[in-house]
């Protein structure tokens, strides 16, 4: 008896730790496999999430990652509570459990020793929600590339507005904005790259505006949620509805780039700024 | 008993009167009903404000262009896809000066709103908007607009003409405008769908009209699975005029008399056009760049968040 399910559970646990099941066509890959294709399906190309900092890792040359604005984090300005509790519990197990302050990630490097300053969201953090704090994080970096001259490169990977900050965070879709428009004015390129999901208030704020918009394969870009539009019209939808192929196609992304080659895509595009 | 049933009851014992002849008597009545509304319509609950925000007789942004300008001829089209008619806009003239009005229309039955699509703009109304803007920057008018949208439409259309994409132009295109901007919220300001044409100098509310993230019902939706709570998540979302005055949203109130604006309708139109007028007078003071750099500061300050200190986890 001991020993029958003693073995169980080390062959549990051991199918857990080797095996990844990939989210669209469901086969089991090698953990290893998986991870040194960045976690990307060998199978079908499906991109699964990856955090920021495995990110700045696959971006940035060797040693040249310096974070900035890492001391920002949210306060529960409306007193948030819902089913599940407190804003400021979750926010704060959050900051525990993922070991950064926001849903963004900030900082320089060079990029195939291209200078330039990155904001990568988190889906991790909250959904990749936009509140205060991760307004004024990309605002920031957006400032420090006018200041700096240097190009900015933001990675989404958001649900939307932060709904536990309320208009606080509408008024985020707002002040990024108006962070990205500056850049205008000192010529400065600005690339959008939207990660699988870029959805609501994201998506309809500095996500949209790049003065490229680039986009991984099969990410979700969407405005409205399916399930409120299919009430609204009151039909199914196409099923690449709102994927990146769907918005190359109707004119709202230039490009579509595999993740192994987000690196040499960005330095490639941002060495015409240079010239 | 929330303002709904209390405007009832007044609308009740006001025909009451109109029965009898018996001016001593009537007089009586007419003094009574006058108490009963300073007593019943004074302190409002958010959730009463979400109401009379809503209301089926609540001025629409065609009734206060009407008003407030001496004249006014309506511009249509993106030049692009099409004239999205939940959007109006032109040219107009408010005590001499000369305008640019965009405004999102309600429509006041079932038909008006079917042409209207209820106040929910596809992008080809915000881009009509952008397109008006940009025309407005280029005679150097002012530009007003006006707010009253459940939110921006969400259908296939719309997702696919980009509704993401024109109300983040929209965001970006008006912090960079160099003429003085004035936003209005006239009933509902809906999330991104009235933020895109709101991104202003000053933003004015009238009193009893809303500004959130999201409906109260969606809110209720979310917070407590439960869209019968959606007076309660009213009073927590922090939407009125009054709340946002507290974070400093807005710039100012425009007072509506007892009852709400429908109550009195010219009053309304007056204390707005006065407002504007205010608002106006200021702002013409300073250049293109002053406008242009002050909004972006303005908007550059919203938001609250704490100092983070990593030795703490
Ligand atoms: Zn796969």
């Known amino acids: 008896?001991?020993?029958?399910s003693e073995t169980t559970t080390a062959k549990k646990k051991s199918k857990k730790d080797l095996w990844v099941k990939c989210k669209k066509c469901h086969s089991h890959i090698y953990k290893s496999e998986w991870e040194e294709n960045l976690n990307v399906c060998p199978n079908c190309n499906y991109h699964g999430s990856i955090t920021s900092y495995e990110?700045?890792?696959l971006l940035f040359d060797k040693n040249t990652f310096e974070e900035l604005f890492n001391n920002i984090s949210p306060i529960d300005s409306l007193k948030f509570n819902d089913l599940k509790g407190s804003y400021k519990d979750k926010y704060e197990a959050t900051i525990k459990k993922t070991g950064i302050s926001e849903a963004v990630v900030t900082g320089r490097?060079?990029?195939?020793?291209?200078?330039?300053?990155?904001?990568?969201?988190?889906f991790r953090f909250?959904?990749?929600?936009l509140g205060s704090g991760t307004g004024e994080k990309i605002l920031q970096a957006a400032n420090y590339a006018y200041d700096n001259n240097l190009p900015y490169i933001v990675f989404s990977a958001s649900g939307g507005a932060r709904m536990q900050e309320g208009i606080l965070s509408l008024m985020q879709m707002a002040k990024t904005c108006a962070g990205v428009a500056r850049l205008n004015k000192k010529n400065i390129p600005y690339i959008s790259v939207l990660i699988n999901p870029t959805t609501g208030g994201v998506s309809a704020s500095y996500a949209m505006v790049g003065d490229l918009n680039i986009s991984e394969p099969g990410a979700l870009i969407a405005f409205a949620g399916r399930r409120v539009i299919e009430q609204t019209i009151g039909e199914k939808l196409p099923d690449d509805f709102q994927t990146s192929e769907y918005l190359r196609e109707h004119g709202f992304i230039d490009s579509i780039v595999n993740r192994k080659d987000m690196k040499d895509y960005l330095s490639n595009v941002l060495s015409f700024y240079n010239r | 008993m929330n303002i709904l049933a209390k405007e009832r009851k007044v609308r009740e014992l006001e025909s009451k009167i109109d029965e009898l002849g018996n001016k001593e008597v009537t007089n009586k009545l007419k003094l009574?009903?006058?108490?009963?509304?300073?007593?019943?319509?004074?302190?409002l609950t958010s959730w009463d404000r979400v109401l009379l925000a809503r209301h089926q007789l609540r001025p629409t942004a065609k009734e206060y262009i009407e008003y407030i300008c001496d004249d006014f001829v309506e511009l249509h089209g993106d030049r692009l896809f099409r004239d999205d008619k939940s959007i109006i806009g032109g040219i107009g003239t408010i005590n001499?000066?000369?305008?640019?009005?965009?405004?999102?229309q309600k429509g006041k039955n079932l038909d008006e709103n079917l042409k209207r699509n209820f106040a929910m703009p596809h992008p080809e109304g915000y881009?009509?908007?952008?397109r008006l803007m940009k025309q407005a920057e280029k005679f150097r008018r002012p530009i007003i607009t006006l707010i009253d949208t459940p939110g921006a439409y969400p259908g296939l259309e719309a997702e696919e003409r980009g509704q993401g994409e024109a109300i983040a132009r929209n965001l970006l295109e008006m912090?960079?405008?160099?003429?003085?901007?004035?936003?209005?919220?006239?009933g509902e300001g809906g999330s991104g769908g009235a933020l895109a044409l709101g991104v202003t100098n000053k933003m004015l509310m009238l009193e009893n009209s809303i500004y959130s993230i999201l409906s109260p019902e969606g809110y209720a939706t979310i917070l407590w699975k439960d869209v019968s709570l959606a007076n309660e998540a009213a009073e927590v979302m922090k939407l009125t005029s009054y709340d946002l005055e507290d974070f400093e949203i807005i710039d100012r109130i425009i007072k509506e008399p007892l009852g709400g604006a429908h109550f009195n309708k010219t009053k309304t139109f007056q204390n707005t056009k006065q407002a504007i007028l205010e608002e106006l007078y200021q702002l013409r003071k300073l250049t293109g760049e002053e406008l242009r750099d002050s909004r972006m500061e303005k908007y550059r300050k919203f938001g609250f968040f704490q100092r983070f200190n990593y030795d703490n986890l």
């Open chain 2, 32 to 43: 009574e009903i006058e108490n009963y509304k300073i007593e019943a319509m004074t302190n």
């Open chain 1, 55 to 57: 990110r700045i890792n």
């Open chain 1, 126 to 129: 909250l959904g990749g929600s």
């Open chain 1, 1 to 4: 008896m001991a020993w029958y």
């Open chain 1, 109 to 122: 490097g060079k990029i195939n020793g291209i200078p330039a300053i990155v904001a990568v969201m988190d």
């Open chain 2, 175 to 186: 912090s960079n405008l160099t003429v003085p901007t004035i936003a209005v919220i006239i």
């Open chain 2, 96 to 104: 001499g000066n000369i305008v640019t009005i965009i405004a999102q």
């Open chain 2, 127 to 130: 881009r009509k908007a952008l």
